[in-house]
T-cell receptor, first 112, second 109 residues
Framework: GAGVSQSPSNKVTEKGKDVELRCDPI?????LYWYRQSLGQGLEFLIYFQGNSAPDKSGLPSDRFSAERTGGSVSTLTIQRTQQEDSAVYLC??????????FGNGTRLTVT | QKEVEQNSGPLSVPEGAIASLNCTYS??????FFWYRQYSGKSPELIMSIYSNGDKEDGRFTAQLNKASQYVSLLIRDSQPSDSATYLCAVSYGQNFVFGPGTRLSVLP
């Protein structure tokens, strides 16, 4: 596709439920990042994938959060047993070289 | 802890004026520096990147980097109401990026 695609664009879930957020990066981009942005705040790094290397999970806030990237392309971010503080916009970005991030439109997650 | 700091604003400037946005970073090992613009409800988009000390100009935008002072700035000349947005400073460390909290700019017509 022409850009980074994220789905769903909006997700409302009940506290305690699990959610899956999907990111389809730009074709040929080997690096994929997940960030979280709470209302009025900056971007919080969550996890980074580069090719076949082990992902950098240092930003994941708890063990309820996990992510995988299948076949070096599509990535899924999973949040188990969601809490209200998980409400935020989850942004995915991809890059062909280290220098430039291309962001998707994000998934707005609301936990009620 | 690698940190990137920005004045959260809002910074208000009249149309046609120069807007000056500032950013400081904590780690001298930083390699590359970026400015992203984020309109309300939208995702960030890259507007400038700078890798070496000095100035880099692109149209109405000028990025300035001073590695000795660990300081990077963005100047917007002839500011327009369409420049009203949040500007995020980002610093790369190897393959990773750390973002500042952003400065909200409001250009008044």
């Amino acid at each position: 596709g022409a850009g980074v695609s994220q789905s769903p664009s909006n997700k409302v879930t009940e506290k305690g439920k699990d959610v899956e957020l999907r990111c389809d990066p730009i074709s040929g981009h080997t690096a994929l990042y997940w960030y979280r942005q709470s209302l009025g705040q900056g971007l919080e790094f969550l996890i980074y994938f580069q090719g076949n290397s082990a992902p950098d999970k240092s930003g994941l806030p708890s063990d309820r959060f996990s992510a995988e990237r299948t076949g070096g392309s599509v990535s899924t971010l999973t949040i188990q047993r969601t809490q209200q503080e998980d409400s935020a916009v989850y942004l995915c970005a991809s890059s062909r070289q280290p220098a430039t991030l291309h962001f998707g439109n994000g998934t707005r997650l609301t936990v009620t | 802890q690698k940190e990137v700091e920005q004045n959260s604003g809002p910074l208000s400037v009249p149309e046609g004026a120069i807007a000056s946005l500032n950013c400081t970073y904590s780690d001298r090992g930083s390699q590359s520096f970026f400015w992203y613009r984020q309109y309300s409800g939208k995702s960030p988009e890259l507007i400038m990147s700078i890798y070496s000390n000095g100035d880099k100009e692109d149209g109405r935008f000028t990025a300035q980097l001073n590695k000795a002072s660990q300081y990077v700035s963005l100047l917007i000349r002839d500011s327009q109401p369409s420049d009203s947005a949040t500007y995020l400073c980002a610093v790369s460390y190897g393959q990773n990026f750390v973002f500042g909290p952003g400065t909200r700019l409001s250009v008044l017509p």
